[in-house]
């Protein structure tokens, strides 16, 4: 009889489990993202986000967690109930970079997620404060080699895009400059708009509409094309420094155990997304890429996190990028 009623017992949760992912969202959402608002990575967490909520019915709401170059509100991401209502928005930094430069991170990159899929790519642009004394990269490069810690370069924390791209930059051109942490790279552009930090790696959509309305300097694009948003800012091979080639991108995740259908649920939804026309249009005229279909997958964001994780590793350990 005792088995009988435990057989029911589990019955019962496997069916209120299954009603559950059935009707799955039945409240709103919370994404977790790891900078603060305003930044690169917040903006395109709204953006994408907001045709999500309207398919999936209910409020995705945005929580920023900042600290440690995102590591500190992706490992409360990792370690939130794998239930489908904490999600987060991560990216090169959190999911590549993070490993090389946090040897006690506590969370695996490619092990302790859920892949939901692909959000947008985000062109690195090397961009410094209007009063710069400096007209294009060559007489950038030449300043900051002269000029060597009194020049002070902002990123948002070690292991974010910033300060990865940031420490890859300096290793390629010899530049020593001060490093300056920020809570995130919006942060950190209203002090170069304040012409309180001298320059710094950064993703295209948070510098894009600052560089259109001549507020700061933009001295190249580090992608093998010029962007559509900047077409006027050389990439960094025809300003002559194409050993600088680097793209970040941003990408949804959920806790490792997150069931599949809850998965399905929110990369259907992330993909109606990328498929919207006025969600494109916001990500597009920032000078955000979206992905082809092909790379909107679970699988085709686990294989980049792997590849990630194995390119930037080796790139900062010999850039003698330190860990926390
Ligand atoms: C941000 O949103 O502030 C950026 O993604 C931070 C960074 O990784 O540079």
């Given at each position: 009889m005792k088995k009988l009623v435990l057989t029911l017992a589990a019955l019962g949760l496997a069916a209120t489990a299954a009603q559950a992912q059935g009707t799955y969202p039945t409240r709103p959402i919370t994404m977790i993202v790891?900078?603060?608002?305003?930044?690169p990575t917040d903006v395109i967490a709204r953006i994408v986000s907001d045709n999500m909520s309207r398919t999936l019915g209910q409020q995705i709401v945005i929580e920023n967690v900042a600290g440690a170059g995102g590591t500190t509100g992706i490992t409360r991401a990792a370690q939130?109930?794998?239930?489908?209502y904490t999600i987060m928005m991560g990216h090169m930094g959190t999911h590549g970079a993070a490993p090389a430069l946090y040897?006690?991170?506590?969370?695996d990159p490619a092990k302790d997620f859920a892949p939901i899929g692909l959000a947008a790519g985000t062109p690195i642009v090397i961009v410094a404060k209007k009063?710069?004394?400096?007209?294009?990269l060559k007489s950038f490069l030449a300043y900051l080699q002269a000029n060597g810690d009194k020049v002070n370069m902002a990123h948002?924390?070690?292991?974010?895009v910033s300060h990865s791209t940031g420490i890859f930059f300096n290793s390629v051109v010899k530049a020593k400059p001060t490093m300056v942490a920020y809570r995130g790279t919006g942060p950190a552009l209203n002090d170069l708009m304040g012409n309180t930090v001298d320059y710094m790696t950064d993703q295209i959509v948070n510098v894009a509409p600052q560089i259109q309305g001549g507020n700061i300097k933009a001295f190249?694009?580090?992608?093998?094309e010029r962007s559509p948003a900047l077409p006027n800012v050389p990439t960094t091979k025809e300003a002559g420094l194409e050993s600088y080639e680097v793209s970040a991108w941003n990408a949804v995740f959920a806790p490792k155990g997150t069931p599949p259908e809850i998965v399905a649920k929110l990369n259907d939804a992330l993909v109606k997304s990328l498929n919207d026309e006025n969600t494109k249009k916001r990500l597009l005229d920032l000078g955000g890429v979206i992905p082809p279909a092909a790379e909107q997958t679970p699988a085709a964001l686990q294989k980049l996190v792997e590849s990630e994780v194995a390119r930037w590793t080796p790139v900062l350990k010999a850039a003698g990028a330190t860990a926390e």
């Open positions: 790891p900078f603060a608002a305003g930044g939130s109930q794998p239930d489908g040897p006690n991170l506590k969370y009063d710069f004394p400096a007209t294009d948002a924390g070690v292991g974010s190249a694009i580090a992608t093998a």
